[in-house]
């Protein structure tokens, strides 16, 4: 246990026990680093009330009987009844140490591991994949790698959009191309210009209506040919979104597709059972279910359709049948949805039918990690100028173009192939981190200046305090390995205080997994970074006053790169050894 606050807080319950034998354990017994100390309990709150004591008098007896010797260097009464702690230098250099020496830098794995089913991405069948799907894909990536850094077992499922009535417009589309002129069309990614000539057409002519609604037909009864040329459609879009996922550098690949399609055979059983549960109920010819709890503007219940009245099936229906199918078949206990948060009131009804079904219940649960919009300069949602949705292919390739020639300038002695891969890692990494670092269920504004700044809580400037210790090292002639190893000594504040945040790094991580909001851990790493740009800037490393003092320094540094290494790989981001 690397936490520094898990001793205080034990020896906290012994003392509270001892004193107050029979007063129950629900009592706030947590350390937590505050403004004014290493770590602030306020036991002495809650009990006094309990024991009808003075709350300052109560904290002064437990002060008196704590047992910390070694583990803190100074205990104070505070405020009206707080105890303030102030760790033992000694104490935070041997757990600083142990967190150093360990490969999981004091992360714990999860105490149950799972297995976990994300649904994130989730573009649509030849339809361009906008900056909601940039925003789903980044931040189910980074759940991705939480999940799996802590242990969980991680089933990645891309629930792209594949099926529906869409389907015989655009079938009838790329008949009237001719295959190869289509397939190429789609696998450049002109995706939006495929979609809207479909459209256009269905609009002005009846007998393409016609024909796309036959083709619909066609579809769902399984012919052969149609379902050919669907497939079509599907893998040269599929091979479209592959590229954008390599160019974006996330896990995803095509054998995690598993779109709306896939639950097609399904989707009878989900009706069939719903229907032996008693909940299926058929309004205005369709076939419902009303989940407890849901009413529109008027307050009538809502229905969530499963089946339209011309038998057509929902994407409810789907959702529906990608529960039980990732409960029942893939043993998944923990469901997570990163889809935007316009379709919360959706998941939460699909949420509802699968638990009053009996399809959803404890330890299964499914959790919607909703996010925000992504807005322009004008604040309003993100568009290229022409006022189109903003192709990611071009945001990412202009991500990269502005790394390369911020580089250039700040670092003109690397070759132009190291700049070449240093840029990919800055221009991808800002793109990511901007959308990370922020409070995902919030909207926000996309800004190149603000994201490829090397100040500030951004993505260049956490891989540059990565970038300068590795820089430290090839100057200093010592192997990260060795520095590792060396004693600590905690003695200056800025040491201190690097130390006390490198001990944080569980908890961070946790709480950014509990939460489902890699926003929690950029705000610690940032914070990370900040401390160490203070440490380096007071306490010199290679011209240190002793041997013993750089070396535990150098280990102080090769501690801090890790952390910053380890949890950026976490959001998906790499790090370059300089820049
Ligand atoms: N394809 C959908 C969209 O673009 C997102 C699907 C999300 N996942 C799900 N299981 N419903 O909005």
Not at 108 to 126: G, K, Q
Request: net charge negative; aromatic share 6%.
């Amino acid at each position: 246990m690397t936490d520094a606050a898990s001793a205080v807080v034990e020896q906290v319950r012994a003392t509270v026990a001892r004193l107050y034998p029979g007063v129950d354990d629900a009592l706030d017994t947590a350390a937590r680093p505050s403004e004014h100390a290493d770590a602030q309990v306020n036991v002495a709150l809650g009990l006094a009330k309990r024991v009808g004591k003075n709350p300052r008098e109560v904290a002064q007896q437990i002060a008196d009987a704590l047992e910390l010797q070694g583990i803190c260097s100074r205990i104070e009464v505070a405020g009206p009844g707080f105890l303030n702690l102030t760790y033992d230098d000694a104490y935070l250099a041997r757990l600083v140490a142990s967190v150093a020496r360990d490969s999981s830098l004091g992360v714990r794995p999860a105490a149950t591991a799972e297995r976990v089913v994300i649904d994130y991405s989730a573009p649509n069948v030849a339809k361009e994949m906008h900056v909601g799907h940039l925003r789903s894909t980044v931040i189910g990536d980074a759940l991705v790698r939480m999940c799996v850094r802590v242990g969980h077992t991680v089933l990645r499922e891309n629930h792209i959009g594949d099926w529906g009535t869409p389907f015989g417009m655009l079938i009838e589309h790329l008949i009237d191309l001719g295959e190869v002129g289509a397939a190429r069309e789609l696998s450049v990614g002109d995706l939006d210009a495929f979609y809207k000539q479909a459209r256009q057409k269905f609009e002005e002519s009846e007998q393409f209506q016609a024909r796309s609604r036959h083709r619909v037909v066609s579809l769902q009864g399984g012919d052969a040919e149609t379902l050919r040329l669907w497939g079509l459609l599907v893998a040269e879009s599929a091979r479209y979104f592959d590229s954008v996922y390599s160019k974006l550098g996330v896990l995803l690949t095509n054998d995690d597709l598993r779109g709306e399609s896939a639950y097609n055979s399904l989707l009878p059983s989900v009706v069939e059972r719903l229907a032996n549960a008693g909940m299926l109920v058929t309004d205005a010819g369709a076939e419902v279910v009303f989940p407890d709890g849901f009413t529109n503007r008027d307050n009538e219940p809502l229905p969530l359709i499963i089946r339209k009245k011309d038998g057509g099936y929902n994407y409810a229906t789907s959702d529906l049948a990608c529960v039980i199918d990732r409960i029942e078949r893939l043993g998944a206990t923990l469901l997570l949805y990163v889809v935007g948060a316009p379709q919360a009131q959706h998941l939460s009804m699909v949420e509802a039918v699968a638990q009053k079904a009996g399809w959803l219940s404890p330890p299964h649960r499914m959790v919607h990690v909703a996010f925000g919009s992504v807005l322009g300069s004008d604040r309003k949602m993100l568009k290229s100028r022409s006022g189109d949705s903003v192709k990611l292919v071009e945001l990412l390739d202009e991500a990269v173009e502005r790394a390369d020639a911020s580089i250039a300038e700040k670092n003109p002695e690397l070759s132009a192939a190291e700049r070449r891969n240093v840029a990919r890692m800055i221009g991808i990494g800002a793109v990511k981190y901007a959308d990370l670092s922020n409070d995902r269920v919030k909207d926000y504004v996309f800004d190149w200046e603000r994201m490829l700044s090397f100040d500030g809580n951004t993505a260049p400037y956490l891989q540059y305090a990565h970038a300068r210790i590795c820089s430290i090292f090839r100057r200093a002639q010592v192997s990260r390995t060795e520095a590792r190893t060396a004693e600590v000594i905690v003695k200056h504040p800025g040491e201190r205080a690097l130390v006390l945040w490198l001990l944080q790094y569980d908890s961070a991580v946790w709480d950014a997994l509990d939460r489902h909001s890699p926003h929690r851990l950029c705000t610690y790493l940032y914070e990370l970074a900040t401390r160490y740009t203070s440490f380096y800037e007071h306490c010199p490393v290679l011209r240190a006053d002793d041997d013993a003092t750089r070396a535990s320094r150098l280990a102080l540094c090769d501690v801090t790169a890790r952390v910053l290494a380890d949890g950026l790989a976490m959001l998906g981001i790499e790090v370059p050894e300089q820049m």
